[in-house]
């Protein structure tokens, strides 16, 4: 069954570094997503993706974050200078079509120390 | 901002016997609901959806309802296995494809 990667699975950073979060959508998906979740929270939306730009963010998607799908196959998620607030579960998403069940990759784990 | 609520956020249930998860949400404009199920260190797996126009959708073990006056939509899953325990997530969405969470229930299903 077709999936969504997500690369690293964990990755430790120290405040104020650059992180770059990668995912690998399904082949034929047109719309792509990051959530994440910190520990013991919700599942937030962070930005949706279709047609090389933003469709939309959410609030927490400030001048820090910032996606791009540089290639045919990567989506990424880059956090500029990172805050021990940036701490969380980071999740790509990809669909096949609007309002459809996403299919959702593994997460990598951010740990801002 | 809690426009999707999972009130209770453990339930508990003996194999064989049907697990009923609720969700409540407050934003009239959402019009497809979803849930999912997520076990540790995974992604939310996608289970079953439901749009507004319908009031119920059922798959297999899964059946969802939906009730738009009492903006309240159910999980039931009959009969519950051992496999089922994990977090369930309630979701909904409006014209946009944003998904807006619950904060999960976790699901117990004791053999």
């Known amino acids: 069954e077709p999936e969504v990667t997500q690369t690293p699975s964990h990755q430790v950073t120290q405040m104020g570094q650059e992180v770059i979060l990668r995912c690998v959508p399904i082949?034929?998906?047109?719309?792509f997503y990051w959530y994440r979740q910190i520990l013991g929270q919700k599942v937030e939306f962070l930005v949706s993706f279709y047609n090389n730009e933003i469709s939309e963010k959410s609030e927490i998607f400030d001048d820090q974050f910032s996606v791009e799908r540089p290639d045919g196959s990567n989506f990424t998620l880059k956090i500029r200078s990172t805050k021990l607030e940036d701490s969380a579960m980071y999740f790509c998403a990809s669909s096949e079509r609007l309002i459809w069940g996403y299919t959702f990759g593994s997460g990598t784990r951010l740990t801002v120390v | 901002d809690q426009q999707v609520k999972q009130n209770s956020p453990s339930l508990s249930v003996q194999e064989g016997r049907i697990s009923i998860l609720n969700c409540d949400y407050t934003n009239s404009m959402f019009d497809y609901f979803l849930w999912y199920k997520k076990y540790p260190a995974e992604g939310p797996t996608f289970l079953i959806s439901?749009?507004?126009?319908?009031d119920k959708n059922e798959d297999g073990r899964f059946t969802v309802f939906l009730n738009k006056s009492a903006k309240h939509l159910s999980l039931h899953i009959v009969p519950s296995q051992p496999g089922d325990s994990a977090v369930y997530f309630c979701a909904a969405s409006g014209a946009n494809s944003k998904l807006t969470f619950g904060k999960g229930i976790t699901l117990s299903v004791r053999p």
């Open positions: 439901i749009s507004s126009i319908k």
């Open positions: 082949s034929n998906h047109l719309y």
